[in-house]
């Protein structure tokens, strides 16, 4: 049984998604029928992460990745090179799925060019 702190926090983050999802259009594979979902997009700055390595003198750096979070509820598995098209002119192309958590999964993905983005559907 779940506790009341993981049942506000499910329900957190289900907000969450709500308030910040954006319409997409997920297409699995060339030639696949399009299915709508909503992702949460987070886009990468042009500036890299730096900060001290925890419990040492020296410095690391990361460099930020963009990433697509799915809810689950609308999406049950989630592939690797599939193409998510966000607006005209905007997709991405899945390179790695995380584990899911709690409802959620997220991937890390890369821009579809311009050129490359051109042509695909995009939601209504």
Partial sequence: MASRAQIAMRRMRRDAHSQWAVPALYIAFA???P?????RLWLKSDNNMVGALQGMSSAEMAEPSDRIRFD????????????????DGEAYRI?????PYRGFQTARVTRLSTEEAE??????
Avoid: M, W
């Fill in 31 to 33: 030639g696949a029928e």
């Fill in 35 to 39: 299915r709508d979902v909503t992702v």
């Fill in 72 to 87: 689950l509820k609308e999406i049950s598995a989630v592939r690797r090179n599939a193409i998510v098209s966000v607006e």
């Fill in 95 to 99: 390179d790695f799925q995380y584990p």
């Fill in 119 to 124: 042509g695909l559907p995009v939601p209504e």
